[in-house]
């Protein structure tokens, strides 16, 4: 075990405060998923493999390079996370956080023949023109040419819906991100509870979804206050996560 670099000590609390919470919200599966921080050009960090997003702690995320060596930290990255993190990070410097789920609903929506999130509620609005979609399946993401293929998908979008799969949420920081994906999931679970009725969907007009999602755009403080709200529960509750 090599010694904690404290230099990612806020990037390192941030990733375990988030999965502590996506865990409450049941974004994740067993020990599977993943999310990951670019803290430079050549590294990343990651949860590691074999641990329950609900122990997350600070002092277990793992610094990789983009070769998928651990270089700060003890454990080992889950073979499926460096193959679709490290391509992402290489391919799309911008996209500084990458969090893969298979949340259930907008997963439900991934399995559906032709899944789209459709434009029918205001938290879909915010990713109106932001999503991809990869309909081509091909198993599990074990070798760097499926990694470079969903990095293919993302080219000028934000978030791709896996088909059969999961999703991937991209931002240019983790509190952007992650609060992408708790919208993203609430946005599914509304579509596929509207589908339940085996009514029409109410979709909104191509003009006031754009105005909205501008709206959307210009305020980004929504997701730091929401982070900074996480960490306070969490401080109360659970302060070892921090640690």
């Known amino acids: 075990?090599?010694?904690?670099?404290?230099?990612?000590?806020?990037?390192?609390?941030?990733?375990?405060?988030?999965?502590?919470?996506?865990?409450?919200?049941?974004?994740?599966?067993?020990?599977?998923?993943?999310?990951?921080?670019?803290?430079?050009?050549?590294?990343?960090?990651?949860?590691?493999?074999?641990?329950?997003?609900?122990?997350?702690?600070?002092?277990?995320?793992?610094?990789?390079?983009?070769?998928?060596?651990?270089?700060?930290?003890?454990?080992?990255?889950?073979?499926?996370?460096?193959?679709?993190?490290?391509?992402?990070?290489?391919?799309?410097?911008?996209?500084?956080?990458?969090?893969?789920t298979h949340m259930p609903y907008a997963t439900a929506i991934a399995s559906l023949d032709n899944g789209r999130l459709a434009m029918c509620s205001q938290n879909a609005l915010r990713y109106y023109e932001s999503v991809a979609y990869d309909n081509d399946y091909q198993?599990?993401?074990?070798?760097?040419?499926?990694?470079?293929?969903i990095c293919l998908q993302l080219q000028g979008k934000s978030i791709l819906f896996l088909a059969n799969h999961g999703v991937v949420v991209t931002g240019q920081n983790l509190a952007c991100a992650f609060d992408d994906l708790y919208y993203l999931e609430r946005a599914c679970e509304v579509q596929v509870l509207a589908q339940s009725t085996g009514q029409s969907l109410r979709i909104v007009s191509d003009e006031i979804a754009r105005r909205t999602r501008?709206?959307?755009?210009?305020?980004?403080?929504?997701?730091?206050?929401?982070?900074?709200?996480?960490?306070?529960?969490?401080?109360?509750?659970?302060?070892?996560?921090a640690t």
């Open 214 to 241: 501008d709206q959307f755009v210009e305020d980004p403080s929504y997701a730091q206050c929401h982070l900074a709200a996480i960490h306070r529960i969490l401080e109360r509750e659970c302060p070892e996560y």
């Open 139 to 149: 198993g599990l993401a074990l070798d760097s040419s499926e990694g470079d293929r």
């Open 1 to 100: 075990m090599q010694e904690t670099d404290n230099r990612y000590e806020g990037v390192r609390r941030d990733l375990a405060a988030i999965f502590r919470w996506s865990s409450r919200l049941g974004l994740c599966e067993g020990i599977c998923n993943h999310y990951s921080v670019a803290v430079d050009d050549a590294h990343f960090m990651v949860n590691p493999f074999g641990q329950h997003w609900s122990e997350s702690r600070a002092s277990d995320m793992l610094l990789v390079d983009h070769d998928g060596n651990v270089v700060d930290g003890a454990g080992e990255v889950e073979p499926t996370a460096l193959f679709i993190h490290c391509r992402i990070h290489c391919g799309l410097p911008q996209a500084r956080c990458v969090l893969h």
